[in-house]
């Protein structure tokens, strides 16, 4: 993954401290990753709402007054929210608001977990132990756990998260 550090953020955008760099990640809401010898360095997310940021300010805007621009996709059949940005990046309040009208235009099926289940069954998916949490509704436990139609396998690790392979029973 490519990595910029202070001195490549202070080139690029033409600033003459560090502090400034750390300013602007501030009013984003950036929180930068440290790197080999405990170095701070943006990853190339972050330097796209830094680019962003950059051009209001050349624009004659402020910090404060800086809304990036965010993807959004709206997944109506599981009534979630997605969003390709960094995860350093607080969810604004509006994207909560567009999941709740979401939700409120058509209302969730209560059987869509089961849904994605067997969907990550199908594909071969391997899930944390939060996301099993989040469609199950209880977190999974020892090497094997059955819940409804459903038996989730542990696989490992993903980060400091127990890794679950699901299998759809009688499937």
């Known amino acids: 993954m490519e990595q910029y550090t202070i001195k490549d953020l202070m080139e690029r955008y033409n600033l003459k401290t560090r502090q400034s760099i750390y300013q602007w990640c501030d ?3 950036l929180k930068l990753h440290k790197g080999e010898r405990n170095r701070a360095y943006a ?4 330097v796209e709402q830094l680019d962003q940021l950059k051009e209001h300010l050349d624009k004659g805007g402020t910090i404060a007054s800086f809304t990036p621009v965010i993807d959004t996709e709206i997944d109506t ?5 997605h969003q390709s940005v ?3 990046v607080d969810t ?3 994207l909560e608001m567009v999941g709740a009208i979401a939700g409120a235009i058509s209302p969730p099926n209560p059987i869509s977990h089961w849904d994605r289940l067997y969907l990550a069954a199908e594909r071969g998916y391997i899930l944390s132990t939060s996301e099993v949490q989040a469609l199950t509704g209880a977190k999974p436990r020892g090497e094997k756990w059955t819940r409804g139609a459903f038996l989730f396998v542990r696989e490992g690790k993903i980060g400091a998260q127990v890794a679950w392979r699901v299998v759809r029973k009688g499937g």
């Open 86 to 88: 960094d995860s350093t």
């Open 27 to 29: 009013g984003l809401n």
């Open 43 to 46: 990853t190339p997310e972050q």
């Open 92 to 94: 604004p309040d509006w």
């Open 77 to 81: 059949s599981s009534n979630l929210v």
